[in-house]
């Protein structure tokens, strides 16, 4: 059973280290929308693992890893991935020789354990743009992406947001502006088709946790708002048939500027995003479950902003005051303080949302599918960016996990089982090196060998020119925080590994 599930991990992993490092390859990936090329282990495991539903256990195992950190991080779901499957291969060639589960298990946690404590030693902290840079290169495989994504992490600082988008004109450019950015689940209704930007100025905005079911009930408040000759700006639920259809015919007879945007689906995300909404525009949640009705909502319920602008891919809301937004902010990051891991990056968005720091990258190419390559990579620079500002960033080129192998000690009191999985720990976190240095044409062996006779941990192999250096000068270095987190995510499988004792397939 684990000599299946195994098997069809590692199938996906291949495809997936066939691409790592400078000497890595590009995956044609069948498929009928975006680049069908690609070397990013996320489109490697979407391709060939489908729908969850479709997939094998272990290919859902490895999955899960990769998306794991790709979507707490952004980036190290190469390494994760390379990491799990020689786990995988080394648990079942144990398990069939008699090894105690239980043991093994322990022997595998601990050393995992070692490995992240070695690695958070051996990080350091981003202090200057060169520190910076080199991560984004390093994402971005770019000197000018990663100067861009460096430049815009910069400008945005720790809590602003950065959008990337690509350009219809075709160059790379930095935009940098004031405001709230939220992305629409839908677009805004109210415009006419076909244009890439509208606007509103100074609307009054309407914020109802409820779906407009017409405009009805909204009849007294509309002709109060018509008198100030001011837009309206709608942020509900979504719209009834009827209040879409009002909207749209309102706009062929060149009435009042309305416009409405849906709000998230999820209770809990529109809940939030409506509460940001009122500190930032100054208005009232409104809804029969609020105590507020649509019939009984008045103008001075409203909140208002300086400007609405609505494009392609976000909605910018420019505030019209500040009252109210440092408060906000402050009870926010101290609820990101004691917030459980899973809810920390929903509560950084919303911190980056109501800074009002906002910055763009428009990035170009000579074809559509030259520049959704380079936006993606950009993507995975800015990610790379902001996992090493928040926990460092160490030697690249899996040379920090090959230096934390080297730090596992097992004690000698412990079990057979216990010394076996720190073994294949070791064996596995050598692998990312190894595999690189193989891609590019080198000995693996005599490559993480010679790498770990070298005790600064700061010093790594450029397999391009086949030397010794140190990190920054060289343009090696990782996120300290998506590996330890890939530890994390390995022992986590590896458990649900080793629990699994039958296997059921459905046909």
């Known amino acids: 059973m684990r000599r299946i599930m195994a098997s069809d991990a590692a199938l996906v992993a291949r495809v997936i280290a066939s691409s790592m490092g400078p000497g890595g390859c590009h995956v044609a990936i069948e498929r009928s929308y975006g680049n069908p090329v690609a070397r990013d282990a996320v489109s490697v495991v979407r391709a060939l693992a489908g729908g969850p539903d479709s997939i094998s256990p272990g290919q859902r195992l490895l999955r899960e890893a990769v998306m794991e950190v790709h979507q707490t991080w952004g980036d190290g779901g190469s390494t ?15 398990c069939a020789g008699q090894i105690d589960r239980l043991e093994l298990g322990q022997g595998v946690r601990t050393a995992l354990a070692q490995a992240r404590d070695r690695l958070i030693a051996d990080s ?6 060169r520190e910076l840079l080199c991560l984004t290169t390093t994402a971005a495989q770019d000197k000018a992406l990663g100067g861009l994504a460096m430049q815009a992490l910069r ?5 602003g947001q950065v959008s990337v988008q ?11 502006d004031h405001g709230f950015r939220v992305p629409p ?16 100025e100074r609307p009054f905005v309407l914020l109802l946790d409820e779906t407009l079911p017409g405009f009805d009930p909204l009849g007294p408040l509309l002709d109060k708002v018509l008198r100030t000759e001011r837009p309206l700006l ?3 639920q979504g719209g009834a048939p009827a209040a879409i259809q009002a909207i749209n015919q309102n706009r062929r007879q060149g009435g009042m500027a309305t416009a409405l945007v849906t709000a998230p689906p999820r209770p809990d995300q529109r809940e939030e995003l409506l509460e940001d909404l009122a500190v930032l525009c100054g208005g009232l949640v409104t809804g029969s479950h609020r105590g507020v009705p649509l019939a009984s909502v008045d103008i001075d319920m409203l909140g208002s902003l300086d400007e609405a602008i609505f494009g392609a891919a976000d909605t910018v809301l420019k505030p019209d005051h500040t009252s109210g937004i440092s408060k906000r902010l402050e009870i926010l990051r101290r609820r990101r303080e004691s917030a459980p891991p899973q809810e920390v990056e929903a509560l950084r968005q919303r911190i980056a949302r109501l800074s009002g720091h906002l910055v763009s990258l428009m990035i170009g190419g000579a074809t559509g599918l030259e520049a959704t390559d380079r936006r993606d990579r950009c993507e995975s620079a800015l990610k790379s960016g902001r996992a090493g500002l928040v926990g460092g960033y160490v030697a690249g080129g899996g040379a920090a996990l090959a230096r934390a192998a080297a730090a596992i000690t097992v004690s000698p009191e412990a079990t057979v089982g216990a010394m076996a999985g720190a073994r294949i720990v ?12 193989r891609n590019a044409g080198h000995s693996s062996p005599a490559a993480v060998a010679a790498l770990l006779a070298e005790a600064d941990p700061d010093i790594c192999f450029d397999l391009r020119t086949s030397r010794f250096g140190n990190m920054l000068d ?18 986590s499988i590896t458990r649900s590994f080793l629990d699994a004792e039958i296997l059921l397939i459905r046909r």
């Open 124 to 129: 350091r902290p981003v202090v200057e743009d």
């Open 155 to 159: 400008r945005a600082g720790m809590e």
């Open 166 to 176: 690509v350009s219809p004109e075709g160059g790379d450019r930095l935009e940098a």
């Open 234 to 236: 709608i942020v509900c």
């Open 426 to 437: 070791q064996e596995a976190l050598r692998q990312p090196c190894s595999t690189i240095a």
């Open 80 to 94: 994760v991935a390379i990491v799990v499957s020689s786990l995988l291969r080394s648990i079942t060639r144990l």
């Open 474 to 491: 060289l343009g090696l270095c990782d996120a300290a925080a998506p590996l330890v987190h890939g530890l994390t995510v390995a022992q």
């Open 185 to 200: 689940l839908a677009a805004p209704l109210g415009f006419s088709k076909g244009l890439a930007l509208n606007q509103l």
